[in-house]
């Protein structure tokens, strides 16, 4: 069964550094892109970035770069979100996400997210 | 543009069809996939490009695409289809997958 499997939820205070992370298994690791994706409560999903496993190459999205990074352990099929100093405004929930794609046709192409990891709720609070 | 429009809040009475869509540019190259989310659940895909399905979504869910819209449908709306729906595509121009806003479903 193919899955993503995140850690667990997080208490800190504003100014801490945390790292969050997403196991995959069940498939060829370094075949996917590992994206995070944020949700705030009561708001809907935003991308926050990818990282490609076989490369480590990453891009983020501009509301996100330069106050997370994300990162891969290829040895043991894991990435990571991490943040070296958390805001209130960083609660959220955030999940993990394989890629798969793009496919494309002569017309259109697409891709998706799935699975989904079940989410690392964190809560930053002084 | 890099924004996908949902309406907020759909209905539907228990049984009947209901259309939920998503407009945005990037749909006129790019279909869209179709993500449930449940509340306290991560979101799962129900529908991906021209009209698939994953396994283990009911054939009541389907999509469609014309222009700059994709659609959900559901046909024969059940109890247990009552969550928030998002629609997935990629700004092409930037290398960027974009979510948008979700609307949430009420079966009534």
């Known amino acids: 069964e193919v899955q993503l499997v995140q850690s667990g939820a997080e208490v800190k205070k504003p100014g801490e550094s945390l790292k969050i992370s997403c196991k995959g298994s069940g498939y060829s690791f370094i075949t996917y892109e590992i994206n995070w994706v944020r949700q705030t409560p009561g708001k809907g999903l935003e991308w926050m970035g990818t990282i490609d496993p076989s490369g480590s190459y990453t891009n983020y999205s501009p509301s996100f770069q330069g106050h997370v990074t994300i990162s891969v352990d290829k040895s043991i099929t894991t990435a990571y979100l991490q943040w070296s100093s958390l805001r209130a405004s960083d609660s959220a929930m955030y999940y993990c996400a394989r890629r798969s794609g793009p496919f494309c046709s002569s017309t259109s192409c697409y891709d998706l997210f799935d699975p989904w990891g079940q989410g690392t709720l964190v809560t930053v609070s002084s | 543009s890099s924004e996908l429009t949902q309406d907020p809040d759909v209905s539907v009475a228990l049984g009947q069809t209901v259309r939920i869509t998503c407009q945005g540019d990037?749909?006129?190259?790019?279909?869209a996939s179709w993500y449930q989310q449940k509340p306290g659940q991560a979101p799962i895909l129900v529908i991906y490009g021209k009209n698939n399905r994953p396994s283990g979504i009911p054939d009541r869910f389907s999509g469609s695409s014309s222009g700059n819209t994709a659609s959900l449908t559901i046909t024969g709306a059940q109890a247990e289809d009552e969550a928030d729906y998002y629609c997935?595509?990629?700004?092409?121009?930037?290398?960027?997958?974009?979510f948008g806003g979700g609307t949430k479903l009420t079966v009534l």
């Open positions: 997935f595509s990629r700004d092409s121009s930037a290398n960027r997958p974009i």
């Open positions: 990037s749909l006129r190259s790019y279909y």
